[in-house]
């Protein structure tokens, strides 16, 4: 066995120790990206390969959080703004996206770990296959009580609070617009979230270097913590992900206090 593997074991084993013995989040985010630059820099003639090797990475992904004892894992695998783009690479990543929440519903990761599944974001803009993949994926985990998987599918952050306010409004019984406005709170908003009766997220990583949040559960994130790591999705290894179970571990969580 090369040393450098060696190294890396044993580094990955130390660290394993290392974060067990303290707090888990609850509730992690992960914003799946670099799928295409993998892609670039792996020469892949077609950028969808990154995406196909991205989908793979989630399946080790959801063992370490289930090992770890994280109950809740959100992952953004298409935003509103993707929707817009070139209408062949759009197809390609709707396709990926499709056999994978297929493959999951069969999945050991799932079936062992206890995974529900849960599609997030604004469904009817997709396509009626992928719809239909996903009511199949939701009534195929809905008795799996140990974890939950939300996927974060159509979504777009602006577009979910925007949606919730209508929502509230609408269960608003007055004729009046002043006596309205002031009715609306906070807990009106969050009970028609996408997201609604799931803790919000402790920690939210994501990956391939980019520091931003992207839209990504703007509501929900108010006082999660972050960690922005430089590997791309494919490339992800465990001990970024430890290290990132780590550096949530040492920050003072304050909620706004």
């Not at 290392?18 to 992690?28: G, R």
């Not at 617009?177 to 969050?190: G, P």
């Not at 402790?202 to 391939?208: A, F, M, V």
Request: aromatic fraction near 8%; hydrophobic fraction near 40%; include cysteine.
């Amino acid at each position: 066995m090369p040393i450098k593997r060696v190294l890396y074991y044993f580094y990955e084993r130390l660290l394993l120790n290392e974060v067990k013995k303290k707090d888990i989040p609850t509730h992690i985010g992960l914003i799946l990206d670099g799928n295409r630059r993998y892609a670039i820099e792996k020469g892949f003639n077609n950028v969808t390969m990154g995406h196909k090797v991205g989908a793979q990475k989630l399946d080790e992904v959801l063992n370490w959080c289930s090992e770890l004892g994280v109950k809740i894992v959100t992952i953004w695998v298409l935003s509103t703004e993707n929707i817009h783009r070139e209408k062949k690479e759009l197809e390609a990543l709707l396709k990926v996206i499709e056999e994978k929440i297929g493959e999951l519903t069969q999945s050991s990761v799932i079936k062992k770990n206890g995974f529900r599944i849960k599609a997030i974001g604004n469904i009817d803009i997709l396509p009626q296959s992928l719809k239909e993949t996903i009511k199949k994926a939701e009534e195929a985990t809905e008795s799996h009580k140990n974890h939950v998987l939300n996927i974060a599918v159509g979504y777009g952050g602006r577009e979910e609070i925007v949606e919730a306010v209508k929502k509230a409004i609408m269960s608003k019984k007055t004729e009046s617009i002043s006596v309205l406005a002031e009715s609306i709170t906070t807990e009106d908003i969050a009970s028609h979230l996408y997201t609604n009766g799931i803790p919000d997220p402790d920690l939210i990583i994501r990956t391939s270097g980019e520091i931003r949040l992207s839209g990504f559960l703007l509501w929900q994130s108010a006082y999660s913590e972050f960690y922005f790591c430089d590997a791309l999705w494919p490339a992800f290894r465990k001990i970024d992900f430890l290290r990132a179970i780590r550096s949530y571990q040492h920050r003072v969580r304050r909620f706004g206090r």
